[in-house]
């Protein structure tokens, strides 16, 4: 995947600030995110987790401060936005698969229409995915046959096929039945391991402790704290943070 030898951060969020209509929901963030860093996004709801990943991709646009992907700042709009978003996937809390299309077709979609893969390339590509996140024998039926747990490994693949430089998740398995939240978390944890730069935004602490590097604490729209895992988990610094690990270490 990706290797990169002069230092510089895969992402970079400087002096970001966005705001709906009133609401300040990024305040000031800077964040570097290294190549083949996992970080794990942690917070309360409405603390601006999503927007910030949106961001990161240009779902959303910010009114001030930069963003860079590997050194090159995203483009307001056409062609070289498209190029540039696709180095980005992204993978949400719902599936967001196409229904009409099979999962072979949903994974061969984005490779031959954007990244204009020929479709014999595109499938061999969706067929190794597809075996990689586990759900091969499921290539020719449509999302709704498939489990939520096997949809959203297909979202990983999808995502993947696009031969992405940052993988983003907001929330991966919070809409998935708990008996299929680790098959979505264990092809995640390999994807960690094999040197996938990833910004996860979850409160599976299970998945921190195992996969991510670094984890930042959000509040009201700013970064609160950053941390490793271990350290952040037993010995969080900040009172939001203690409060907000308690409410979910006993829920
Ligand atoms: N499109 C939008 N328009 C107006 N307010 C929004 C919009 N999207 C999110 N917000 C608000 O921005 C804040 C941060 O939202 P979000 O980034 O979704 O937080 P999180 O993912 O941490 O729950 C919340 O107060 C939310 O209501
Ligand atoms: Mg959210």
Known sequence: MTSRSNG???VRLSGVNKWFGELHVLQDIDLDIAAGEVLVVIGPSGSGKSTLCRAINRLEPIEKGEITIDGE?????GKELARLRADVGM????????AHKTILENVTLGPTKVRKKSKSDAEKRARELLDRVGVSAQAEKYPAQLSGG???RVAIARALAMEPKVMLFDEPTSALDPEMINEVLDVMVGLAKD??????VTHEMGFARRAANRVVFMDG???????EPETFFTNPRSDR????LSKILTH
Do not use: C, H, W, Y
């Not at 993978?91 to 196409?98: D, G, K, M, R, Y």
């Not at 040197?195 to 996860?200: A, I, L, S, Y």
């Not at 943070?241 to 907000?244: P, R």
């Open 8 to 10: 510089e951060p895969l």
């Open 73 to 77: 700042r995203l483009p307001e709009e």
């Open 91 to 98: 993978v949400f809390q719902s599936f967001n698969l196409f």
């Open 150 to 152: 096997q949809q959203q």
């Open 195 to 200: 040197g996938m730069t990833m910004v996860v």
């Open 221 to 227: 729209g700013r970064i609160v704290e950053s941390a």
């Open 241 to 244: 943070a203690k409060d907000f």
